[in-house]
């Protein structure tokens, strides 16, 4: 799903994720890095 809706992973893509801790740390976080996302361009807010 991660593939198909965000935009494709590279130095000039940051991902900003806002909701429940529970479902970024367990769902979003590890479906960006899987997709090739670094975890340094994902901003949690």
Request: proline share 7%; glycine share 8%.
């Given at each position: 799903?991660?593939?198909?809706h965000?935009?494709?992973?590279?130095?000039?893509?940051?991902?900003?994720?806002?909701?429940?801790?529970?479902?970024?740390?367990?769902?979003?976080?590890?479906?960006?890095?899987?997709?090739g996302?670094?975890?340094?361009?994902?901003?949690?807010?």
């Amino acid at each position: 799903m991660i593939d198909e809706h965000c935009y494709p992973a590279g130095e000039n893509t940051v991902n900003l994720l806002c909701g429940p801790a529970t479902m970024i740390k367990n769902a979003c976080i590890p479906g960006l890095t899987a997709s090739g996302h670094a975890e340094k361009n994902i901003l949690i807010f």
